[in-house]
């Protein structure tokens, strides 16, 4: 789970396609539908921390954790600019550890991809149902098999700006449902000079089934989904799915 390390410093340039004032007022709707308007949320897989500002932005007591060192720096500059009080901690999601539990846990733009062995996601889901409270919500985000074994599997994708480029190229391994990424940076430096860094991302494809299979093994409820961000059911070529469970109990 080694990754955004050299890539953490343009990743906000290269990330700014996401429509994240979108998706934060959908998970605001979302949080609201089952009745988490305030209070401590967990955002797992921060990142540099935009969603997590949003949220906080909007009343939410915000906690983040990531495993990138170099993403929570970004993110605790945010937060030095915003003043609002976020706690953020530098933790590999697989064995996150907090301080008490929260109302509701989000984890956005396919962080979850990121575990690609089975028990290590069960291990994920059973530690947010852990720390959420009772009756305590999940919403997440996944990418689907169907986008990396036809979307981006095999594919390169690269970008040109003034100060920054990228080359990114895409292999997808159809047994494991893993897709490698090789990332090549390109970052302008001091006198005109571009440094290159070199980073490899791998994250794994999951179909909806094998999702609600781990979390009722986990010990949460399965509540619904949608193709992500509307309120549409998933489909065969859904690319990205969103899901709801709740905390039902403690093991």
Same mark, same amino acid.
């Given at each position: 789970?080694?990754?955004?390390?050299?890539f953490?410093?343009?990743?906000? *340039?290269?990330?700014?396609?996401?429509?994240?004032?979108?998706?934060?007022e959908?998970?605001?709707e979302?949080?609201?539908?089952?009745g988490?308007?305030?209070?401590?949320?967990?955002?797992?897989?921060?990142? +540099?921390?935009n969603m997590?500002?949003?949220?906080?932005?909007n009343?939410?007591?915000?906690?983040?954790?990531?495993?990138?060192?170099?993403m929570?720096?970004?993110?605790?500059g945010?937060?030095?600019?915003?003043? &609002?009080d976020?706690?953020?901690?530098c933790?590999?999601? *697989?064995?996150?550890?907090?301080?008490? +539990?929260? *109302?509701?846990?989000v984890?956005?733009?396919?962080s979850?991809?990121?575990?690609?062995?089975?028990?290590d996601?069960?291990?994920?889901?059973?530690?947010? &149902?852990?720390y959420?409270?009772?009756?305590?919500?999940?919403l997440?985000?996944?990418n689907?098999?169907?986008?990396?074994r036809e979307?981006?599997g095999e594919?390169?994708?690269?970008?040109?700006?003034?100060?920054?480029?990228?080359?990114w190229?895409?292999?997808?391994?159809?047994?494991?449902?893993i &897709?490698?990424?090789?990332?090549?940076l390109?970052?302008?430096?001091?006198?005109?000079?571009?440094?290159?860094?070199?980073?490899e991302?791998?994250?794994?494809?999951?179909?909806?089934?094998?999702?609600?299979?781990?979390?009722?093994d986990?010990?949460?409820i399965?509540?619904?989904?949608?193709?992500?961000?509307?309120?549409?059911?998933p489909?065969?070529?859904?690319e990205?799915?969103?899901?709801?469970?709740r905390?039902?109990?403690?093991?």
């Amino acid at each position: 789970m080694d990754a955004y390390t050299s890539f953490a410093k343009v990743y906000d *340039r290269f990330m700014d396609n996401v429509p994240y004032k979108e998706w934060g007022e959908y998970l605001l709707e979302q949080l609201k539908k089952y009745g988490v308007s305030d209070g401590l949320v967990l955002d797992l897989g921060c990142g +540099t921390g935009n969603m997590t500002e949003f949220l906080a932005q909007n009343g939410y007591d915000m906690i983040g954790v990531d495993y990138s060192e170099e993403m929570l720096e970004i993110a605790s500059g945010k937060k030095e600019e915003s003043g &609002n009080d976020i706690l953020y901690l530098c933790q590999d999601m *697989r064995e996150f550890e907090l301080y008490g +539990t929260v *109302r509701a846990v989000v984890s956005v733009c396919d962080s979850i991809n990121y575990v690609t062995e089975t028990e290590d996601l069960k291990e994920v889901f059973r530690l947010v &149902n852990n720390y959420l409270d009772p009756g305590g919500v999940f919403l997440f985000d996944f990418n689907t098999v169907y986008k990396y074994r036809e979307v981006l599997g095999e594919r390169t994708i690269a970008e040109s700006r003034e100060e920054c480029s990228f080359i990114w190229d895409n292999y997808y391994y159809e047994e494991e449902h893993i &897709n490698e990424y090789e990332l090549n940076l390109f970052v302008k430096e001091t006198e005109g000079l571009y440094r290159k860094y070199t980073e490899e991302h791998y994250q794994r494809g999951y179909e909806l089934a094998q999702i609600k299979a781990y979390l009722e093994d986990a010990g949460l409820i399965f509540e619904e989904a949608f193709d992500a961000y509307t309120y549409d059911a998933p489909g065969q070529e859904s690319e990205r799915i969103f899901v709801i469970a709740r905390e039902s109990g403690k093991h």
